[in-house]
């Protein structure tokens, strides 16, 4: 089991996975009349290595994100971290504890919201989906009420505290499930991506929450997304899958430096500029404007000083504009 010390005291991992691996095996369908039919009796099976090999440790108070393109294994390793599925092999530790023989412990002390699927009652007003859960976590009256309280402010539950959950918007459902997930107060919250479909709003809102549960309430986030503000605004970490196995596990920077997409620097020249014949830097020439230049350069092998000053020498510097590169571009990198 992973554990730091700290002088005296013990820390225990939020989240352990150690050599996760999920396989599926699906009956091969034949081609032809009565196929489906057929599949049922076939004995072929086919297999996907969903997940591979995955390990990693998340400590107490993190924000997480796991990123990957469609079918990476996101899901399955969120299914597997939380208890649903169980691994082909490997294992899942949640705060010491083993979702997959401790069920009840584990329950306890994590939170799991499925942005495509609601775990609320579709026919009831959503505050009675939160009298049953409270109930179901064993969550009395009064902690019930005073967690609302504070989510309601946060979230503007009261707009919608009656109205069955079938009505409810997109946004407004995210909202109620996310609350939901929350109401036995857990120490870890699984997202698997709360923001698909929501407009704007409904998303900076959704955040918001979630950074104040981070924050200040110092709860454990791993989010999986496709939404890449949601991972530059809310994770300091960030964990990225590709054919169900982790290819990168570091930090939003580290990720860009990994990259190292480049720096594009726009300078204005008062009285316009000359190209020199030999460039001393590698300096990539990307726009040219009558009196403005635009070039890229990438700054983890180049000094900023030394590519300014090298731009001085082919005009008079007016103004100098540095764009980094878009976040959304370092994810198509890591996913070509
Ligand atoms: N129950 C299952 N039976 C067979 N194959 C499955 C099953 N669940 C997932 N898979 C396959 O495992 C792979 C990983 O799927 P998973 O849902 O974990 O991907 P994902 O990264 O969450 O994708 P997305 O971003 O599209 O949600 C995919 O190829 C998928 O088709």
């Known amino acids: 089991m992973n554990t730091t010390h700290v002088g005296q005291r013990t820390e225990q991992a939020a989240i352990e996975a150690i050599n996760l691996c999920k396989s599926f095996r699906t009956p091969v369908v034949a081609g032809g009349k009565f196929a489906g039919v057929r599949s049922l009796f076939s ?22 994100g796991y990123i990957g393109p469609n079918g990476a294994g996101k899901s399955t390793t969120i299914k597997m971290l939380t208890g649903i599925l169980h691994p082909s092999s490997g294992s899942v530790r949640l705060a010491g504890v083993d979702p997959h023989t401790d069920r009840r412990r584990c329950a306890s002390k994590i939170g799991v919201v499925f942005g495509q699927r609601s775990q609320l009652w579709w026919d009831l007003p959503v505050k009675d989906s939160y009298d049953i859960l409270a109930h179901m976590y064993g969550v009395s009256d009064k902690d019930k009420n005073r967690r609302l309280d504070e989510f309601a402010g946060l979230l503007d539950l009261n707009e919608f505290w009656d109205t069955p959950v079938r009505k409810l918007s997109l946004g407004q459902r995210m909202r109620a499930d996310i609350a939901a997930a929350m109401l036995h107060d857990p120490e870890l919250l699984f997202l698997d991506e ?37 991972i530059e605004q809310l994770c300091r970490r960030v964990m990225v899958i590709g054919g169900g196995r982790l290819t990168f596990d570091g930090t939003t920077e580290e990720l860009r430096r990994k990259i190292g997409l480049p720096t594009q620097i726009k300078v204005t020249y008062r009285d316009g500029y000359r190209l020199p014949e030999e460039r001393l830097l590698s300096i990539h020439v990307v726009e040219l404007g009558e009196h403005t230049l635009t070039v890229g350069v990438n700054r983890q092998k180049t000094r900023t000083m030394d590519i300014l000053r090298e731009l001085g020498h082919w005009g008079e510097i007016d103004d100098v504009e540095m764009h980094e590169p878009d976040f959304e571009e370092i994810i198509r990198q890591v996913y070509m």
């Open 194 to 230: 709360p923001t698909i479909g929501l407009d704007v709003n409904a998303k900076r809102n959704i955040r918001g929450f979630l950074k104040v549960l981070n924050e200040q309430f110092g709860k454990t986030i791993l989010l999986t997304t496709h939404d890449m503000d949601d």
């Open 43 to 64: 004995r072929e099976y086919k297999v996907k290595e969903a997940v591979q090999d995955i390990g990693f440790t998340v400590k107490s108070g993190e924000f997480v």
